[in-house]
């Protein structure tokens, strides 16, 4: 018998991550030298704030993306395990805690919901995420509503 690990890191990892690296491409743009986000962090290539800043190759640029949303996936998946076998909700939510970091994904509304199998409730929590810096900014209002769509799939 799989053991919840190997389970995670199987098929639903898998088709999540085939779905959510274009997803999180898409919303973040890729940059390969490094500037200032909306809210004034540091950030290169698809929104990755945890390297150097520096500048990077296109490959580079795509490496750091699949590695860093594999990085978000898994966590994503501990934390809502109801979707860890769901690979459209567990892609939108990958790409939400891409965005707004594990922790504060894993204290939301949406994966309460997940958790609590409500997962058009969920799906329709993602969209709370709105704002930067105190302020709605209509880029993050289309990113959910993409990842709103993206995570509805088969429900």
């Known amino acids: 018998m799989a053991t919840k690990t190997q389970k995670l890191a199987g098929g639903g990892i898998a088709a999540a991550l085939a779905l959510a690296v274009p997803i999180v491409a898409t919303w973040e743009g890729k940059r390969n030298d490094p500037y200032l986000d909306v809210v004034g962090v540091p950030t290169v290539c698809y929104g990755e704030t945890r390297v150097a800043m520096r500048r990077y190759s ?22 809502s395990p109801t979707i860890a076998d769901r690979p459209y909700q567990l892609a939108a939510a990958t790409s939400l805690a891409y965005n707004i970091g594990v922790a504060a994904y894993c204290r ?25 810096g105190g302020r709605v900014w209509q ?13 509805m799939v088969g429900l």
């Open 58 to 79: 296109d490959a580079e640029c795509t490496a750091m993306l699949e590695k860093a949303v594999r990085g978000f996936a898994e966590p994503v998946a501990r934390c």
């Open 139 to 151: 880029g993050l209002v289309n990113r959910r509503a993409a990842e709103y769509r993206l995570c």
């Open 108 to 132: 939301s509304t949406a994966d309460r919901r997940f958790d609590a199998r409500d997962f058009k409730g969920g799906c329709a929590a993602m969209k709370f995420w709105n704002k930067a």
